[in-house]
């Protein structure tokens, strides 16, 4: 199984951006997929999922602001981002739990900067 995670890039404060991240198999193969985001010196943190039966969750810090969401077309998760601010700055991976064996899968990174 593989992540690949694209949109990231550099946006102005209040700006918005939207993340991707396609798998190489059916999404519909994981129970969970969410987006995680970790900044200089700090710890990865966790920013939203979705479920198989379409529950979404988010961080406080994004709620409003973030939504995720399915691709079936491009069998992909996307993150939109919108209201960015500095501090949502990081680099933003993907990630996906197998509903079979409850793997845990990683994309790579996708730096998101939010600046003026």
């Known amino acids: 199984v593989q992540l690949q995670a694209s949109g990231g890039g550099l946006v102005q404060p209040g700006g918005s951006l939207r993340l991707s991240c396609a798998a190489s198999?059916?999404?519909?193969?994981?129970?969970?997929m969410g987006w995680y985001r970790q900044a200089p010196g700090k710890q990865r943190e966790w920013v939203a999922r979705?479920?198989?039966?379409?529950?979404?969750n988010y961080a406080d810090s994004v709620k409003g602001r973030f939504t995720i969401g399915r691709d079936n077309a491009k069998n992909a998760v996307y993150l939109q981002m919108n209201s960015l601010k500095p501090e949502d700055a990081a680099v933003y991976y993907c990630?996906?739990?197998?509903?079979?064996?409850?793997?845990?899968?990683w994309g790579q990174g996708t730096q998101v900067t939010v600046s003026s």
């Open positions: 979705i479920t198989r039966s379409d529950t979404t």
């Open positions: 198999g059916s999404i519909f193969s994981f129970s969970v």
């Open positions: 990630n996906a739990i197998s509903l079979h064996d409850s793997s845990n899968y």
